[in-house]
């Protein structure tokens, strides 16, 4: 595999009269536009259960327990990710990203086009929660394994003065993808009766996430080959020791620390809003999801600056930066959304609560796969930025805890509190990145 593809590498790169050699503008735009859309790709699945399956829980996982039973969809992908990563990574590292890339988007094609076909629970009972949890396991594993390669592949094959924008147009895809689904199921809900939707309507945005996973594996196929850096890097023969108990265990625990930043951020911003914007506010529903929509609309526009800006000032400085204005402004701003009236005030306050969030993200994509080198480099981005995810996500476990003793409003700002200190923390404990060259 290694020798199969050096050739063709080879004849992607430019050679400059001092003899540095650099990558072809083609390889370069084929690789980008992978990693975006690949993203999307990514996104979209992963969002597909909790936006698609839900005005459908009654039917598909039966009349009771369906919060817990939603949940389990949930946690099962959360599971998965981290797995993922953990597998695909260094198989990436040691045989080459496209086809690992490529192996993970034909199984996320497969195991989404399955739960489209599964039966409800008028047919399979209990059977079709399992079957659709374990599916749903599944494809976290491969969605561990896309995004652990695609978008490192993305960066080393981008131009290091654009690798920041790059880095920022993958990231804006995940609010980009939500926004997608959500209008899909809406115009579904619109077209179908609730019964018709219960029966086979939720299975459509399951289908086309197939169909999207299935035409990114085509691209990779016949377009994007492995990156010059990773051609040429020594392979390791156990990546994830290298970052677990290696040399790259230090690079490991600050990149944790600031995507646990990140991550608990997210959730206290978007899912935990939301809800809290059910019970404690005036609003409709339709009022929530236009705030929701304007809000992820303008954070995705802030996602891509974010991922410019961090080339201008540096990555480093960036998320410090960043993260204590996300620790002074994001608790003061959320607070201020439940004591004032008013639509537009609401909507612009919550948009505020994303940019200083949720934007933060741009710069990652960038960020990750600088801070580890190409040997080790998917290993590194695929766990660090996986295993993240899962403290914070857990947040309905602890989150009751902390609002009986500081109150319900009071503990939601104090984590997104929390969450600025740790990014500050975790760019703070990393070294500057953005002068490395072609990444190596």
């Excluded at 797995?83 to 094609?109: C, E, H, S, V």
Aim: a positive charge; aromatic letters at 10%.
């Amino acid at each position: 595999m290694h020798s199969s593809v050096q050739p063709a590498n080879q004849a992607l790169a430019l050679v400059h009269a001092d003899g540095r050699s650099s990558p072809a503008p083609a390889a370069v735009r084929r690789a980008v536009r992978g990693g975006i859309f690949g993203n999307f790709v990514d996104q979209f699945d992963i969002f597909l259960p909790v936006i698609a399956l839900t005005p459908a829980a009654g039917a598909v996982f039966g009349p009771n327990n369906l919060v817990s039973n939603a949940g389990l969809v949930f946690v099962a992908t959360l599971l998965g990710r981290p797995l993922g990563a953990a597998i695909f990574g260094p198989i990436a590292d040691r045989f080459g990203r496209t086809q690992m890339t490529k192996i993970a988007l034909a199984g996320i094609a497969l195991t989404t086009f399955l739960i489209a076909l599964v039966p409800g629970y008028s047919v399979l009972g209990g059977g079709t929660l399992f079957i659709i949890v374990g599916l749903r396991f599944l494809g976290g594993v491969f969605l561990g394994g896309e995004y652990t390669s695609a978008v490192p592949l993305a960066m080393e094959w981008s131009v290091p003065r654009r690798r920041g924008l790059a880095s920022g147009l993958i990231m804006w895809m995940s609010p980009w993808a939500n926004a997608t689904i959500a209008g899909i199921v809406l115009v579904l809900l619109s077209t179908f009766t609730p019964e018709m939707y219960s029966v086979w309507g939720w299975r459509v945005p399951f289908l086309l996430g197939a169909a999207l996973a299935a035409a990114m594996l085509v691209y990779y196929r016949f377009v994007v080959l492995d990156s010059l850096t990773w051609t040429q890097a020594v392979k390791k023969a156990n990546p994830l020791k290298e970052i677990f108990v290696g040399p790259q265990r230090r690079a490991l625990l600050q990149v944790f620390v600031l995507m646990s930043g990140l991550w608990l951020m997210t959730d206290m911003a978007i899912p935990v809003v939301t809800g809290e914007l059910q019970v404690a506010s005036h609003l409709s529903a339709q009022s929530i999801s236009f705030t929701m929509l304007c809000a992820t609309v303008v954070s995705a526009v802030a996602m891509l600056t974010a991922g410019q800006l961090s080339t201008v000032m540096g990555r480093r400085t960036f998320f410090m930066c960043f993260g204590v204005l996300a620790a002074v402004v994001a608790p003061v701003t959320f607070l201020a959304i439940f004591h004032t009236n008013g639509l537009p005030i609401i909507v612009l306050l919550v948009v505020a609560l994303q940019v200083v969030t949720v934007s933060g993200y741009g710069p990652v994509g960038a960020y990750l796969a600088e801070r580890f080198p190409a040997a080790v480099r998917s290993s590194g981005y695929g766990v660090g930025y996986s295993l993240s995810i899962v403290l914070p996500a857990l947040y309905p476990y602890y989150l009751p805890t902390l609002q009986a003793a500081l109150g319900q409003q009071t503990a939601i700002a104090a984590l997104l509190s929390l969450g600025g200190v740790l990014v500050f923390i975790g760019g703070f404990t990393g070294p500057e990145t953005n002068k490395i060259s072609y990444l190596t």
